[in-house]
């Protein structure tokens, strides 16, 4: 981390492309140690691609606000089901028109929830926001407008480029036979038809919205807002005597993560095409917890390595299915207990550089002033 | 008793030319269930002057600081901020409105830097939203720059910018301090209130931070200063208000206020014992 | 949705006392967060796990004794013996918890946030250990060394019919038996407790620890101490809570926990968390409200009832209907 910001700007552009450029090809390439052998490595991805989504909005929620949210799994069902409402049970909307009604929909229903509730005590918001994600799930298997315990399926699917058949051109994916590579003409990729079978066009629109997602997160945490966010977080009073008004960017954390949450359901029901209550269930809102609080909270590349590891590891190792809330569960014990700032705690870099300073200081031979000690001792 | 201007930091200032009122205290009582912190208390700060604000343990020196800047609401009583009752305002509404303070027990934003602590200050003054800081528009631009400026200028001011890359918590306990008072300044503030700045400092470090105080007013900001140190409160300040169990017991310039009988008696008498 | 009043104003009595018995069971369980809410500000999430391991430890002694062929005094001591293994079981779990996942973090001053992330953890770990039991001891090779009556506990989760539950009428309104038993044992425990708190040594440390925890602990009360004696009288009480729900229900699974920890809790809330009466008044009037409730909306509802009103009080009156008293409140 710390060669790659002393590299030149062009270098360090080039070297994000190059990163992204994997992630693109991940689906493509078929390597033989990340390939889950039990499910379909693109629907792997396609999931991977969500959690991270999700794990990046509830990190503005939970990490940079502080805020504790237990439903966040209503605003992701929120969209999920606004979009499945308008493409198919009620309506027959393209499915590009639906998610942006969908986005703003959880966004303003995290307005509706967080206004009232942002001014009680934190704790008491984590057992709130917990009710709200149970009434949402219940309001949805109770309602037949809504689908009740069946849901809905025919969910738009977004819309394709080119041929049917083809799409506009077909990418072939990678074969790894002993000690060969090959190009793999029969397995290909159709640009970009979003079918059934195939989920790599899916897995290539989820992780298009985590880049921008992320390039939003970064825009948006460096500045007053994500000052704000953080000050609240430290100390919601001393933040708001220097003249931050913590009520409204708590709203605005809270319904920015609704937000993305919604943006999340919305891509789910688009990719799953069915949706019904089972989907949204709190054990949901506790994985995506886990995600940010195991990555480490508060910063968007450990959230991302917990939603990987999240959303990855329990199919990759599907023989232990029955004991993957077990590990959660004991992983949030764990890390809590043992690291609580995660393992990838934020300010990692900072800390890093102020230990290079030192270093530097040490080998000139000049004297480590007693500031020094202490940050050592920190 | 003892001379108390012997160790003065440095021959007292000249009296600063008053403007109007900055802040007026009226018939301020606030009570904690049982217990009344402040009883009465009436006073007022004029344009560019230092008042001190001085009283035993628990007189409700940091109860008067929490009552101006809308921590708590008084019982009975207003308070006029350029001649408008400030009571019932939010928190950051006073601030903005150019009431800025520090703690006695530090609360700096401690994961953040240096630099970021100054910066929420600044940002008290901006206006960048969600949408302007994530298209990066004209205004976000500005006041970043803006803000960056006057945040390194502060810093240097209170001399460390040096360590405007270190975490808060990282920090010494006396630039923790100095900290305190450059993010309250930069909020931009007209009145700015220091709850014990020197606290846990050396006799040295005393001496320089109140000739910073005296520079901090000479830029044009009002202060209101509690302060323990008898010596110290006597050298930087233009006037003195004295608090006893929540009641005003005197008022007046450092000199009548050090033969004032009161105040020796609830106060320097304390003092003096404590100092030998 | 249609609205249901004319049953409701026709069963109302028996609707309110179905409801108050199931208020009496929310009232116990809400001790358990009140008290440690009163002395740690933590919520103790991992509290409804507690409760549902009472429910085991019920279900499996009166398999095990073999209550279906009791009568008269036998059957009587096999439902002490199964009040004293609930509420032992929950004791021992709510020790358990106290021991590993929040010393540690006590002892740090951890964040809250941190406490309460890892009460989820436990309260996880606990539900799915439970949840997953058939396979955890076939591991151990358990299955063959259990004897019969085990193995019949091991596979039902239900006691239904085990015992008889007669009903009787006053004044035309009928009574379940249960139901009578139910409310008077939960707030018989609730004055005891009460008067135990506010009398004996420990209940005054306990009080003291709330309100102040440095001063307390400068008066010779020793803080682990008194953590760990809210934890055991918080268990204790879902015990009892535990029994009585099983007396009522006959069933329970490794999922129970979740929905009435919510419950309890926003009774906790609604009488003011820290308050012990307020625990009782706030879960009898949950209770009431949601069997009131679900006559009217329909009782595919009744959870959603619980939610709102939780929502409501927290925006209405935060500090509950009898503020929160245990310690000082605290802003
Ligand atoms: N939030 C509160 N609740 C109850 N009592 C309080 C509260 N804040 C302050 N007090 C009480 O009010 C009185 C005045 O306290 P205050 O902190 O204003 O004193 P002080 O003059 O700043 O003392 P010190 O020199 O120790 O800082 C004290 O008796 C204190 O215990
Ligand atoms: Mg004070």
Redesign the interface.
Known sequence: MKKLSALPKPAKILIWFLIALFAYALPLLELPILSTPDSDFASVLFTVSIYCLVALGLNIVVGYAGLLDLGYVGFYAIGAYTVAILTSFHGSWPLLLAIPVAVVVAMISGVILGAPTLRVRGDYLAIVTLGFGEIIRLVAVNTEWLGGNKGINNIGRPPNLGDEKTGLFEVPHLFWGDGTVLLDNKDTTKFLIFGYSDAVPYYWMGLTAVVLVLLADILIKNSRVGRAWEATREDEDAAELMGVPTFKFKLLAFSTGAFVGGLAGALFASRQSFINPQSFLLLFSILYLAAVVVGGQGNRWGVLLGAFLVAYLPERFRGFEDFRVLAFGLALVLLATLRPEGLLPPRRTVRAKQLEHELDELEEGAEPDHDGEETARA | MPDLTKQEPAAAAPVAPRGGTVLEVRNVTLKFGGLTALDDVSFEIAEGEILGLIGPNGAGKTTCFNAV?G?YRPTSGDILFEGASIIGL???KI??KGI??T?QNI???????AL?NV???T????T???L???F?LPR?RR??EQ?HARAMELLRFMGIHR?A???A????YG?QRRLEIA??MA?GPKLICLDEPAAGFNPAEKVELMNLIRKVRDQGYTVLLIEHDMKLVMGVTDRIVVLEFGRKIAEGAPAEIRDNPAVIAAYLGVDEEDAS | MNLNFEFFFNNLPELTITGLAFGAIYALIALGYTMVYGVLQLINFAHSEVFMYGTFAMLWTIMALGAADANGVHLVAILIAALFAAMAMSAVIALGLERIAYRPLIKRNAPRLIALISAIGASFVLAELMGLRDKISGWFGLDDDLSDYVQKAKINNSMAGVLEKPRFEIAGVSISSIDVIVIVSAVAMMVLLDQFVRRSRLGKGIRATAQDPETASLMGVNPTRTIQMTFLIGGLMAGVAAFLYMLKLDATNYQVGFLLGVKAFTAAVLGGIGNLRGALLGGLVLGVAENWGQAILGSEWRDVIAFVLLVLILLVRPTGLLGESLGKARA
């Open positions: 800047t921590v939010k928190k950051h601030t903005q800025a303070r703690f609360r700096l934003f401690p994961t953040m830097t970021e910066l929420v200050g940002d008290a003054q901006h960048t939203g969600m302007s800081a994530l990066r976000h006041e970043e803000g360590k890359d270190e975490l918590a990282n920090l010494s630039d993010r309250a909020t």
